[in-house]
């Protein structure tokens, strides 16, 4: 789907979001009634230090402007951008600091809701969709972590040999399935029916007050050990005092 | 991957009261030792997980003279290679035997 | 606040294992040294022998503890949990197991919300054989690690490793209470040869060594902001810093975000047009730039302290 028909399908009942150097921001129309902010990134852009600092700035605004309005990340991005300058200027704050505000806001009883819709990767992965406390994807969302052509430079192995291992495991080649898989999206949307119901429903469902990725990287068979261990860890370091 | 396995005779206990101790790491030409004081006393058992396949002879020498050298009796050492050379898992075999040789856990 | 100074946390230093660099040290070298004597418990030890699950289909040599160690020890009595990574196992990087141990230990610190915790850096990003896996376990790190930060609990990162703190690494760094880097502690998101792959060697020439340390090293994070202690290249430096830091951690709200996001705009607007970071440190007011990358640790940190002082409330 597009951008646009993303927003049509959101909020039949009125946005105001702009789009603007490859930002998305603005507010929505629930269902309910309700209003829901947006942000996003589109059109696969890089995320570098002026897009985090902008994006995490919205989600500031936000969280001052009181209340408990959800917000909807809107996701079709590139990587962090990689770049002398980006990285001169300390990149890895602006990063974390937009997944910060997330995490924040969600806190504070904002919930947040992360739609991927398009590509995503690495470093912009980790700031906007996967620091959501709830991701949901369309089908043909092509989240990377790294894209199959780096993966062979790196462990210098042909893309034939990674595709041919890749049919036996979901936990490092990209696409939606594989992350699915691994806990990262909670739930794909149906595209042939209304978004903006479909949200809706999400909305309406508590949010996990744990972080469950892991236990459901587990049900799904894409991380048979994340969950267990990092239980067991908790267990021993709880009963170590 | 090549897994190997060896079980000595050794002479004497090994010293000291420690019941583990691990030392090196897994990287290229490196390999990580995991000592364990858990066989009986006359006995060495080792096991290899080693990145380098077809050096099973080597390892057995190494090993044997290590066995004959240090007397690791009770000791089961468990090795991840990275493809190190004999001199340094001979090197490494000897820091784990002398971890052991100190006292508490 | 407490009264604890870097001068005056120099008490008792006590023997270290075998070497005192802290970029040459093991991990479990580097948490034997910068804990009391004998005061470390570890959780899932190497014995458990809860190896990766993934290595095996690349034909690639598992490390018995995955290239992380966690657990509990003292720093001066005081009990703190302590997670480090080995750089030299598959490059310190995320795995799912590796990764899962440094969340759980997070998840315990928020729970408990009674010590502090030190996480020792040294990593080069997410696992590739193991992307997906690695890359979630860092968004798991980075959500655990805030929800032990709002509940008062300081996290503090030390980076000096030989693989530097890169890709998801350098994220949750930045999500951190405080740093402490040295010099050797490279702090980035992209790495010097994955910019330079992407770019060209025009944008980022990953051979020039003197590039890569004066863009992602210590000192330059130390100057513009990006962590609070510049540590010398020991053990007992960082054993220093992280009592210091450890002391300087407000849970944070929505105004150390608001401030963040401040500093964060003042350094683009600062630093936006500088094209190397000797542009950067002459526009702090260094009168030599050039000299700083060979300045000895305690003129580096004289010169630091002069032109940059570090803050506790916007991170």
Known sequence: MTLDEILASLFPAGHDVVRERGLIAGQGRLPDGGAIAVIGVEGQTPVGVEEAAQLAGNVIEVIKSGGNEPILVLIDSGSQRMSKRDELLGINEFLAHLAKCLILADKLGHRTVGLLYGHTAAGAFIATALA?????????????????????????????????????????????????????????????????????????????????????????????????????????????? | METLNYRNKAQQRAKGTRRQAIVGVVAS??????????????????????????????????????????SPGGLKLSINDGGARPDTVALRLAQAVSAMEGERT | MSTVTLDNAKVERQPLVSTDSWYEASARQRVEGLLDANSFVEFIGPEMREISPHLALFDLPEQFDDGMVVGLGRIDGAPVLVAAQEGRFMGGAFGEVHGAKLKGLLRAARDMASMPVLILFDTGGVRLQEANAGELAIAEIMRALMEARFAGVPVVGLVGGRSGCYGGGGLIAGSCSALAVSEQGRISVSGPEVIETNRGVEEFDSKDRALVWRTMGGKHRRLIGGAEVFADDTIESFRNAARYLIELAPAPTLDTLEAEQARLAQRIHDFGDCADALDIWRSLGASEPETIPALSYEAFVALADRLQEPRHDAR
């Open chain 1, 132 to 241: 959501t406390r709830t991701l949901l994807a369309l089908p043909g969302a092509e989240p990377a972590v790294m894209d199959l052509p780096s993966m062979s430079r790196v462990t210098k192995l042909s893309i034939d040999v990674l595709e041919e291992k890749a049919k036996s495991t979901p936990v490092f080649a990209p696409g939606l399935d594989n992350l699915f898989q691994t806990g990262a999206v909670a739930v794909t949307l149906d595209p042939a029916s209304s978004l903006a119901d479909q949200l809706q429903a999400q909305l309406s469902r508590p949010a996990e007050r744990d972080d469950n990725r892991d236990q459901l990287g587990a049900e799904r068979n894409g991380r048979p050990k994340a969950a267990d261990i990092a239980r067991r860890v908790y267990e021993l370091a709880r009963a170590s005092v």
């Open chain 2, 29 to 70: 030409g490196n390999l990580e030792v995991l000592v364990e004081r858990i066989l009986p006393d006359g006995e060495c058992e080792v096991d290899i997980r080693t990145a380098a396949e077809g050096f099973g002879e080597v390892w057995q020498a190494v090993i044997a003279d290590f066995v004959e050298r240090r």
